[in-house]
């Protein structure tokens, strides 16, 4: 069995959720605090150990590639002008990791964004990270399914509890639960279930750890919900013909592409941090008693 060590992003959506803010920059590169939301899961991968990291972008997806790449200009300025923490953050987000770019040339839906990256995984297993998809800093999801993928040799997602009505915003698994109920082996995947036809309330996040066989299951797939080629319905293919696992995780996780989702991930994040956190909870507490919200 070969250890996990490509991370595949997909990052070509449009963002039509979050127009006009995303009409001439992309989504992923909105800011959350002082970085990119496309930064923190690029962190994340590194940190999990996947160090070669292959980016889908698109159309008007270049801001990605200009924030990985080296800024010679930037760099001089701040040396010169005396500003080294800067110079080691900018210089840091370089030296991160080794990242690729394959452009997917129409945004067909995400199964297709990851089918584009079948010659560079090269038949090895992979994990696959949504670019707009935020998964709180402390928790060790990405490590924990690499994990599970050592154990057994398989694909794994991650799945979360949610309510019955928003089920239907998610892909949804059957599950069958094996060990204790974090981890269950997926009987079946459905895109975007009526809330009445969900066979749970588990739903699949933007986080996988993939077999090379999805994409044979991708390749035969005919466009699924929204006309759209589905991961969901390739991993539904893949899920009859070998085990697939879902490891159900608890804590932040934020969706960046939503509005509400973005304001949320903001305020967390700025919470935990030593520069801004100890100021943003004092004028929380104040808002809250003016605004009278509880
Ligand atoms: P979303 O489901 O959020 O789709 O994609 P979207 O089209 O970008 O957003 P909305 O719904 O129009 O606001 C989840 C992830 O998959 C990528 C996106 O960039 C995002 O990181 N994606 C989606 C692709 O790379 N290609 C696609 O064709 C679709």
């Not at 127009?19 to 800011?31: F, R």
């Not at 999990?48 to 990985?68: M, N, S, W």
């Not at 991961?231 to 995780?249: E, G, H, K, R, S």
Request: with cysteine; charged share 30%; hydrophobic share 40%.
């Amino acid at each position: 069995m070969s250890a996990v060590r490509k991370a595949v992003i997909p990052a070509a959506g449009l963002g039509t959720r979050f127009l006009p803010a995303t009409k001439a920059q992309p989504k992923e590169m909105l800011p959350l605090l002082d970085k990119p939301a496309i930064q923190y899961v690029v962190e994340e991968a590194v940190h999990a150990g996947l160090t070669d990291i292959l980016i889908i972008t698109g159309r008007g997806k270049r801001p990605i590639e200009d924030h990985f790449d080296r800024s010679i200009e930037l760099e001089h300025f701040l040396e010169s002008k005396g500003k080294f923490e800067e110079l080691k953050q900018v210089r840091e987000i370089t030296d991160m990791a080794s990242i690729h770019y394959i452009r997917q040339r129409d945004p067909l839906g995400l199964g297709h964004a990851v089918s584009v990256a079948e010659d560079h995984v090269g038949g090895e297993p992979f994990a696959v990270l949504l670019g707009d998809d935020i998964i709180a800093e402390s928790n060790p999801l990405l490590s924990e399914m690499l994990r599970v993928h050592e154990r057994y040799g398989r694909s794994v997602l991650a799945a979360m509890e949610v309510s019955r009505e928003e089920i239907s915003l998610y892909g949804c698994i059957e599950p069958e639960f094996v060990e204790d109920d974090r981890l269950a082996r997926v009987l079946s995947v459905v895109e975007k279930p009526e809330p009445e036809n969900a066979p749970s309330n588990l739903a699949a996040i933007g986080r996988y750890v993939l077999t090379p066989e999805i994409f044979d299951a991708l390749r035969n797939l005919e466009p699924g919900v929204g006309g759209e080629i589905q991961l969901t319905d390739a991993i539904n293919v893949l899920a009859q013909q070998q085990a697939v696992y879902a490891y159900v995780f608890e804590g932040g996780r934020f969706d960046v592409g939503n509005k509400l989702d973005y304001m949320k991930a903001m305020i967390e994040l700025a919470i935990d941090r030593e520069d801004v956190g100890k100021e943003l909870k004092r004028w929380l507490a104040d808002l809250v008693q003016r605004k009278k919200l509880l």
